[in-house]
Structures are given as C-alpha cells and as structure tokens.
C-alpha cells in the first residue's frame, strides 16, 4: 500500500474540519491532535479569510526592522537616517 503524500494546509484543515464531523468541542480536538486552542483559532481565522491557501506554511521571517537606520540619497550626497532618539549622525564617503 503506498502511502499517501499530504501537505500541511491538508492536515490543519482536517483539525478544522473535524468538529464538523465528530462533533467534538474545540478543547477535545485540540488534545487529540497536540495543539493549542490559540494554534485552532489561527487556522480558523486564516481559512475563512483565504480558503486553503491561507493555511499554507508563512515565513516567519521578519519583513522589515524598524530599529535599523536606512540610507537617503539626495542629489549631492547620502546621508544616513537615524530613528527618532538616535545619536549617529555619520555620512558615509
């Protein structure tokens, strides 16, 4: 028997899809399949939202620092910008 090849948007809608089924409280499902009920609620939120693409696996990469000083190039020279209550006031060569 070959075993079948199932993505993990598959098996979080399963655990969504089994209250439906069973009938059993959210608590119960959550026990049956290791998870919190916060980790049931996400899945929730994002599958009413997206459909099944919302409940493919997200980067947990962060997007943007907002701490990290960016470069501005003006017409003659670049000048770094420090956050608010930074104290570099350096320009580069």
């Not at 459909?51 to 501005?72: E, K, V, Y």
Request: aromatic residues 8%; proline residues 4%.
């Amino acid at each position: 028997m070959a075993l079948k090849v199932v993505t993990m948007a598959e098996l979080r809608l399963e655990v969504l899809m089994e209250a439906e089924r069973t009938g059993l409280t959210v608590t119960e499902i959550c026990k049956r399949y290791g998870i919190s009920r916060q980790t049931y609620y996400r899945y929730r939120r994002r599958y009413l939202a997206e459909g099944l693409p919302g409940l493919q696996d997200r980067s947990r990469r962060i997007l943007r620092t907002r701490s990290q000083p960016s470069w501005r190039c003006g017409s003659f020279r670049c000048v770094r910008v420090i956050p608010a209550g930074g104290h570099d006031v350096s320009v580069p060569n």
